[in-house]
């Protein structure tokens, strides 16, 4: 059994979806799982795009701002969610040991995590947001447009922190279902929502950019109002409680002992995608805009397959808890055979429909032709990402983040921006040498994940 000294009291009740998630049909629990945790991933996507959607409508200038400015945002984001994977791999690990009094101990932790956190990035956004974005050397329209996005999106991190425990927290201890309905509905009020705040239409107020962030802000913080009511009243796998709280900090460092690993991956993976942004400024805005753009595109692509790629990171966790490694082991292997599958698929949508796809967007010819070829490049890397993400996140999810974030920073810093440096100055591929360098950086990343999994060190993890 595992355990933490000194709770007391019995908070946690299973009042529904209690279904033992470590017996029975693999594949039947990977679609119970997978399934609300796709169409949440999608969810979560959509919102963003079709703020892009709008933003698009304001110039390249706005494009290219608020795209580097969310390529910092998700810098910080994947910071977050790594520091919160310690919280999901602790959580699925005592619910599948049968130990909620755990996870609810563990959850009120991460509720301290968060606060700081938030604190923390609001002082950022407040003071640093224009030199930021300084530091690329793009046009000054640029960054007047970038830094007010990205201002709102940090001093209101607050909403998205606390939302994103409390999904976490969901989703690792059994219940996709409830996050996905939290989702969609917020989703949906951000889709209504984002044109009114951009354009000022109606009663309300022409915020440009400022209003496409701020929408975020807003729906994220009407989600999270929602997710604690569900989480505290008993209407998910795992009731919470704050009686019997108390400060702990060996709680606090165990999660964040997993969690600091996976947000060194998550946090630099981001950062070299800034980095390279900044490669590809000298080759003009448009190219910038398409390295947007296709961000943008690509995150879309590969969410909702991603969503299979988290429930097997559960499944696996619960399944290691439970003691039973090779179950995890199974889980994983089929898991990333459907990601595949699904990945093949969206590649062969991106090659024969990159330019209308791009053209949602916006229908520059300039920015629509460059933007088609890194799609197409792009696919290379999309053959790849079911075992990539798949093994990665299974691996996270029993808490063994060490070795993920050591293969992702070899690669990252050893392959993909050597590779995107030069690339471009050896070769005639000019700013297409760029995402060339991304597409071997997954390629190599996604043999070593196969190598060391196979390995089996992460049977004996201990959390």
């Known amino acids: ?66 795209g580097i400015s969310a390529m910092v945002v998700m810098v910080i984001n994947s910071l977050m969610m790594g520091l919160f994977m310690g919280l999901r791999a602790m959580v699925a690990r005592f619910v599948g040991a049968g130990d909620n009094q755990a996870a609810n101990h563990v959850s009120q932790q991460a509720f301290v995590i968060s606060i700081v956190f938030s604190i923390f990035m609001a002082v950022i956004g407040l003071f640093l947001a224009e030199p930021i974005l300084m530091l690329l050397g793009v046009e000054a329209d640029v960054v007047t447009e970038g830094a007010a996005y990205m201002r709102i999106q940090l001093i209101g991190m607050f909403t998205m ?144 397959a991603m969503g299979l790629g988290q429930a097997a990171g559960v499944l696996a966790g619960q399944n290691l808890g439970a003691g039973k490694p090779e179950r995890s082991a199974r889980t994983t292997w089929l898991a990333a055979a459907l990601f595949t599958s699904f990945m093949i698929i969206g590649s062969l949508i991106m090659w024969f ?32 990402y079911g075992v990539l993400m798949v093994l990665m996140n299974c691996l996270m999810g029993m808490g063994d983040t060490f070795i993920p974030m050591l293969i992702n920073v070899v690669t990252m810093w050893g392959m993909r921006v050597p590779l995107a440096h030069y690339l471009p100055q050896i070769t005639d591929l000019g700013v297409y040498g760029i995402r060339w360098a991304m597409v071997i950086d997954a390629v190599v990343g996604a043999v070593c994940f196969v190598l060391y999994f196979r390995l089996g060190r992460w049977k004996h993890k201990k959390i």
């Not at 594949?27 to 949440?40: A, H, K, V």
């Open 353 to 384: 429909w990159a330019e209308p796809v791009v053209r949602i967007f916006n229908a520059d010819p300039g920015l629509v032709e460059v933007a088609g070829k890194f799609l197409r490049i792009q696919i290379g890397s999309y053959l790849v």
């Open 1 to 66: 059994m595992i355990n933490l000294e000194g709770m007391t009291g019995s908070p946690v009740r299973v009042v529904r979806s209690d279904r033992d998630l470590t017996k029975g049909s693999i594949i039947g629990n990977l679609w119970t799982l997978s399934w609300p945790m796709t169409i949440s991933s999608t969810i979560m996507m959509l919102g963003p795009a079709v703020d892009m959607i709008w933003i698009g409508k304001l110039g390249p200038a706005s494009i290219a701002g608020v």
């Open 161 to 304: 922190s606390f939302g994103m425990v409390l999904q976490s927290i969901m989703q690792a201890s059994g219940d996709a279902l409830t996050p996905m309905k939290i989702s969609i509905g917020t989703r949906l009020f951000h889709v209504a929502l984002c044109p009114f705040l951009i354009f000022g239409w109606w009663i309300f107020p022409q915020l440009g950019v400022s209003g496409a962030a701020l929408t975020n802000v807003i729906t994220h913080g009407v989600g999270g109002v929602f997710a604690i009511w569900v989480l505290f009243s008993g209407r998910t796998r795992l009731r919470l409680t704050l009686k019997n709280y108390r400060f702990d900090g060996n709680a606090i460092w165990r999660m964040v002992k997993i969690g600091i690993p996976a947000s060194v991956m998550g946090m630099q993976r981001s950062l070299s995608d800034f980095i390279l942004t900044w490669f590809i400024v000298p080759y003009g805005t448009a190219a910038v805009a398409a390295h947007s753009l296709i961000t943008r595109v690509d995150t879309f692509v590969f969410m909702p």
